[in-house]
Structure formats: structure tokens, C-alpha cells
């Protein structure tokens, strides 16, 4: 049985508070090196629930754009990084761009392998 795949255009609930977090950024409201608003707040103030609010925290953190220190997140890069990050990550979800991916990690690796053995003590 053949199944199409859906496509979706539209943005996800959790990118669009990404880009809210962006726009805060840009505008001076979020600061690097500051702590984020609560996750109460940050829901309240965005009209977003919590739920894709912790989903959108989850990949700011697993970018390496904030940090967590149990309830408390810390904001560690600017809105260009996560942008840089986003775009890489949904071009490499491209078909065509695997593949590509794929060789350059090839390429990459072999090179990563050749200066471990000439590194290693």
C-alpha cells in the first residue's frame, strides 16, 4: 500500500516561539548571558502553552543556545546562531542534502581519524 507523505508548510508552534525568542533577542528584551523569564511567563507573555514551550526550550538547549541550571535557563548565544543552526538543520533534512552530508562526513572523518593517529601520545 502506498501512503503519500504529508507535507507541512506551515510553521510549528515551537518554531514560531523560536522566532519570537529571535526577535526578542534582536530587539534587546532578551540579553546573552542573562537568564530567561520563567516558563510561566515566557507561556503568559507569548500565548503559547507550556507544552511547546518546553519543546522549543528543549531545542534551544540541544543547540547549545541555552542552558539549563535545574528550573533556571540561561541564555548563551545570539539570534544569529540559532538562525545559523535552524537553517543547517532543515537543510540536512533534505533529501538531497543527506546525501551530500553523508560524503562530507566521510571526507571529514578520515581527516579527524589521520590527525588522532598523528596527534596521539
Not at 5 to 26: F, G, H, S
Not at 50 to 64: D, Y
Request: charged share 25%; glycine share 6%; with cysteine.
Amino acid at each position: 500500500m502506498q501512503i503519500e507523505k504529508i507535507q507541512i508548510n506551515t510553521p510549528r508552534v515551537p518554531e514560531l516561539i523560536m522566532l519570537a525568542l529571535t526577535t526578542a533577542i534582536d530587539q534587546g528584551k532578551l540579553q546573552v548571558g542573562s537568564d530567561l523569564p520563567s516558563e510561566r511567563d515566557l507561556s503568559e507573555s507569548l500565548g503559547v502553552g507550556r507544552g511547546s514551550l518546553r519543546e522549543c526550550l528543549a531545542i534551544l538547549e540541544f543547540m547549545g543556545a541555552i542552558e539549563s541550571r535545574g528550573s533556571r535557563k540561561r541564555l548563551l548565544r545570539n539570534s544569529d546562531y540559532i538562525r545559523k543552526v535552524t537553517q543547517w538543520v532543515s537543510s540536512a533534512n533534505q533529501l538531497d542534502s543527506r546525501k551530500t552530508f553523508t560524503e562530507f562526513r566521510r571526507v571529514i572523518e578520515v581527516g579527524i581519524a589521520e590527525l588522532a593517529c598523528q596527534r596521539a601520545t
